[in-house]
Every structure is written in structure tokens, then in C-alpha cells.
């Protein structure tokens, strides 16, 4: 009797201490609503208040708050399947809300979350999350949490919402990628560009052929620095090191399904016909010599490229695709395109055999025929190719998806010719460039300045009729990795550059720069609380 007396004591004791962390003064949400109306009073947020859901559709959401909430109370909430009620985080489809849009009301009342579908009901949370004041992380024992009375109407103004990570350059573990899959999901990111080979690596297990990832996946030493005269001359520096890794079906499926329970489609990148000497070293009869490569060891462009005159080369890059597709359920497949040299075309004769029976005049032509022809291929299966801009150049066909990176030209071109295009051009979304013009103690990067406000001056409609303004799917960030080889210095590099991006592909432009900031302050509390690395300078202006 006296054990039951000093439990139910304890449990009382329990839930009476610890501390109430009142509501914020103000609504911060990044990236910044469509719509808010601030309410009266707030709402209570205790250990004790139940989920309840009324769709199982919306599942993912529920598991996405339940994690936010065990960050503040050390438990999960219970959940109910059950339709809305006071006093408790209600989940519930609403069939007159758009794809990923979402109502989000908060009164002393209830909190009720109304979405057209589960991604909606994801950003939902993220921004309910973002309404928790910054002490509630970390803060010790609390016993509830004040959240303002709010009704936030939002949804995205871009359909696609993307970060590109490049593995091939360095190698990052499935832990690492779920990690960056989490930060999307913060920023309302929905689509992650997933660059998988290029010459410095293969890092996608092919059943049929093997040796992609036992030779191809591997280089024996990579460059320190850069190269000081640019030549890769007898003064470069190498660390000596073997760099490899990649990821089997397994684990590629692991990492798709993680993704979608987050809202976020992956694109696979298969690089053709250029960035190809992981390949040629895993199979030398897909070149135009035959002759057997190194994988290589530094950066910039390689003239080894895949022979296009070979019909063992599209049997070979055929075979590989469709292997991609069954791990990929993207309806978009990117085949790269880009930085793709002909010179090695000019001197072979299967190319020159190719060009002749094609009715070719031109080197670059065949890469046109090459795109095409993969394309037809991907619709087939069902799927639609996207490439960078270089498949401009070659000559492509209007269903193609077009990414635009050198600058918005190519953009603008595709669009005016009718194709679909994600902006992403260097000036505005290359993070791998300096976040400061004072890159005294900042990680080796590939060159430029990219500061957080000319990320966010970016308009990726500029130049475009009313018209041509609907062939822009959205924008996307990259990040090229030939000087970033830990996963601390990826995050570094997207931080906080990746928030003033998503509010672009969100709202369709940016706005008033300073009021971001003060928003982005609220946000920097998440980034603490997750123990994410980012640029500490931009909170000091």
C-alpha cells in the first residue's frame, strides 16, 4: 500500500513541476505563408495532448509531429484514430484543399491541422513546429508549452521545391543522406536530386553489371586543395588516400522510402554521354579507344567520354536505367547532359559511322541523337527525362524537362520553345560557392560569393511572358562536392542559404530582406536544437 501511495505521489509530483514556456510574441515561418490571421489567447500544449487522425492517409504527418514532440516532452503523444475534438493536435483531410496545401488553425481550444494531402499536412508540422518558442529545445523538464491563437492558410506557389547533392566527387553515408532528406523536409523542400556517378565515382550498385561498383566506385587518390598552376602538373598535390563508397538496392530503396514518408521524390542522375570515367574504367568498350582508365583523380572536365557510335553503348546505359527505374518511382530521371565534350567523336569511327548513317554534320549533333534516343527509351518505361541545359544545344524534343544552370538563359529558351524547366543557375543556386566575400577562415570552396541575400533576391520568372512563367517547374539548389568532404561542411554550405531558396521556390520570389531575417532567427533556434552546422556570420548582421 505504501509503494502505491509513493508512485501515485511521484506521478502527481511529476506533472505538476517543470515549467510552462509561454507563447512567442510573434508568428515566424520560413518559408513565409500565403496567408495568417492572428487569433486571441493561445492554446496549451501538455504531455498529455492526444493526436487524433481522421485519414489514415495522413499518417506520415502524425509520425512527423510525433517526433517534434518528444523533442519537447521526452514521450511520444498518444494517438487516436478518431475524428477531431478539443484539447488535442487533430489531423484531418480537407478535399478543397490544392496538393500540399494546408490550413493551420491553433485556438485555446483544439489545434487542428486540415490538408488536401499527407505532404500538405508535412508542412503543416513544420510550420507548427517553428511556432514553438526556441526554449522549449533543450530547456530541462517543461510541463507545457503556450502556442498562439493563429489560423495560417498556405500553400506552395512552385510545384518543385529541390536540393541536388552531388555523392560522386565525395561519398556520403545512407546516415548522411537521411540527415539531408530531414533538412529538406524543415525547408519544404519536395524534391531531392540524388548525383549519383560521374568520372570521380559510381556510387549505384547495377546488378548487371558489377563492375560499376567494384572498380568504378573507387579512385585511388584524390587532389588536396587546388591545383595550383591549373594543369595537374608534377606541382599537384594528391592525399594518397583511396576515396570510394556506394550505395546497393538495398540500401537505395531504404533511402527512397525514407524520403517519402517525409514528402520528397528523389531524381536519380545517371550522367550520359559525358562524366563518364567511372564507367569507361569499370567497362573500356564503351569508349571511343577501348582503352582501359583510371578512375579519375581530379576535378573539372575529362574528354573520355561514351562512344555514341556503339551500339553496346546503349545497350549498356539501356540496361542500366532501367534498373533505375524499378528503384526510383520519380516520373523524372536525369540523364545529366552537360560539360560533354566531342572531341573524342570527331576522331572515332563508329561516331563518324553514326553521324554518317543519322545525316549528321556536326559533332555535337550526335549528343542530340544520343538524348533523343534515351528519351524515347525512358518513355517506354514510362518516365520523362530531364537533363541540363546542354541538351539545348543538341537539339531536343518538347517533352524533355530542361535544368537551367548556366544562368537563367537557358531557362528562359527552353520555356520560350514550350519545354518544362527547374531553374537552378549558378549566380543564385550554386552553394558551393563562398557564402562571403571574406573567406578568411571559411572551408575551401569552389570559388564566387553567394551570400544569403542575393540567394534571396533571386527571381526565377525574370525575362518570362505571363505564358512562358508556367513552364517553370521551380528552382533548385546545388551542391557539387569536389571541396567538401565531410558531412559537417555539406551542412555549412546549405545553411542558412537553403532557407532563403525554399522561401523563393515557395512564395515565388522573395520579399522584404530584413523581415527574413528576423523570421530566420526563429528558424536558427531548429537549427541548435538539431545540432546543425550553418553560417554563424549571417545572424550577426
Not at 496567408?35 to 496549451?44: H, K, S, V
Not at 591549373?230 to 550505395?247: K, Q, V
Not at 563518364?276 to 573500356?284: C, D, E, G
Not at 518505361?381 to 544545344?393: A, C, S, V
Request: proline letters at 5%; hydrophobic letters at 40%.
Amino acid at each position: 500500500m505504501n509503494r502505491i501511495c509513493l508512485f501515485l505521489c511521484a506521478a502527481l509530483f511529476a506533472g505538476c513541476c517543470g515549467r510552462v514556456v509561454p507563447a512567442s510574441e510573434e508568428i515566424a515561418v520560413i518559408p513565409r505563408p500565403a496567408g495568417i490571421e492572428c487569433g486571441e489567447g493561445f492554446f496549451t500544449l501538455r504531455a498529455a495532448t492526444p493526436v487524433r487522425l481522421s485519414d489514415p492517409s495522413l499518417e506520415t504527418a502524425c509520425e512527423a509531429w510525433t517526433a517534434v514532440f518528444r523533442e519537447v516532452f521526452s514521450r511520444k503523444p498518444e494517438l487516436h484514430a478518431a475524428e477531431p475534438a478539443d484539447g488535442a493536435v487533430n489531423f484531418a483531410l480537407c478535399d478543397t484543399l490544392a496538393p500540399e496545401a494546408y490550413r493551420l488553425e491553433i485556438n485555446p481550444q483544439r489545434i487542428e491541422i486540415h490538408a488536401g494531402d499527407a505532404a500538405g499536412a508535412l508542412h503543416a508540422v513544420q510550420s507548427l513546429r517553428q511556432l514553438l518558442p526556441a526554449e522549449v529545445y533543450g530547456a530541462g523538464r517543461i510541463r507545457a508549452v503556450e502556442l498562439p491563437a493563429v489560423v495560417i492558410s498556405d500553400r506552395p506557389a512552385m510545384a518543385y521545391r529541390g536540393l541536388m547533392l552531388d555523392v560522386a566527387r565525395h561519398f556520403f553515408t545512407v546516415d548522411e543522406v537521411k540527415r539531408t532528406l530531414d533538412l529538406m523536409a524543415l525547408h519544404k523542400l519536395n524534391v531531392f536530386h540524388w548525383h549519383l556517378t560521374d568520372d570521380q565515382g559510381w556510387r549505384i550498385e547495377i546488378r548487371k553489371y558489377p563492375e560499376l561498383t567494384r572498380i568504378g566506385s573507387v579512385r585511388k587518390r584524390t587532389l588536396i586543395g587546388k591545383d595550383p598552376g591549373g594543369e595537374y602538373d608534377e606541382t599537384t598535390r594528391y592525399d594518397g588516400t583511396p576515396h570510394g563508397g556506394y550505395y546497393t538496392q538495398d540500401e537505395i530503396r531504404e533511402v527512397v522510402g525514407y524520403a517519402a514518408r517525409r514528402g520528397i521524390t528523389i531524381i536519380p542522375e545517371i550522367e550520359f554521354p559525358g562524366h563518364a570515367v567511372a564507367a569507361l574504367a569499370s567497362y573500356p568498350s564503351l569508349g571511343c579507344t577501348g582503352e582501359r582508365f583510371a578512375v579519375r583523380e581530379t576535378w573539372d572536365i575529362d574528354d573520355r567520354v561514351f562512344c555514341v557510335g556503339r551500339e553496346e553503348t546503349f545497350r549498356f546505359i539501356e540496361e542500366v536505367l532501367a534498373e533505375v527505374a524499378e528503384l526510383f518511382p520519380s516520373r523524372l530521371i536525369h540523364i545529366g547532359g552537360d560539360e560533354c565534350p566531342t572531341k573524342a567523336w570527331a576522331r572515332c569511327p563508329h561516331c563518324r559511322a553514326r553521324m554518317r548513317a543519322e545525316g549528321l554534320t556536326h559533332e555535337r549533333q550526335l549528343q542530340g541523337y544520343a538524348t533523343a534516343r534515351i528519351e524515347r527509351f525512358l518513355q517506354q518505361h514510362g518516365r520523362t527525362l530531364i537533363g541540363w541545359d546542354e541538351i539545348l544545344d543538341g537539339g531536343v524534343t518538347p517533352s524533355s524537362v530542361v535544368m537551367s544552370w548556366r544562368g537563367t538563359e537557358g531557362g528562359v529558351r527552353a520555356a520560350r520553345q514550350g519545354n518544362r524547366v527547374v531553374m537552378a543557375p549558378t549566380d543564385y543556386c550554386y552553394f558551393d560557392y563562398y557564402q562571403t566575400a571574406d573567406t578568411t577562415g571559411e572551408p575551401l570552396a569552389w570559388g564566387g560569393c553567394l551570400p544569403v541575400q542575393k540567394v534571396y533576391a533571386f527571381d526565377p520568372y525574370a525575362g518570362l511572358t505571363a505564358a512562358e512563367r508556367a513552364c517553370v517547374l521551380g528552382v533548385q539548389a546545388n551542391l557539387w562536392t569536389e571541396y567538401i568532404a565531410d558531412f559537417r561542411q555539406v551542412q555549412y554550405m546549405l545553411l542558412p542559404r537553403l532557407a532563403a531558396l525554399c522561401e523563393v521556390g515557395w512564395c515565388g520570389s522573395g520579399g522584404d530582406y530584413p523581415e527574413f531575417l528576423r523570421r530566420l532567427e526563429r528558424l536558427r533556434g531548429v537549427y541548435d536544437a538539431e545540432g546543425y552546422v550553418y553560417a554563424r556570420h549571417v545572424f550577426a548582421q
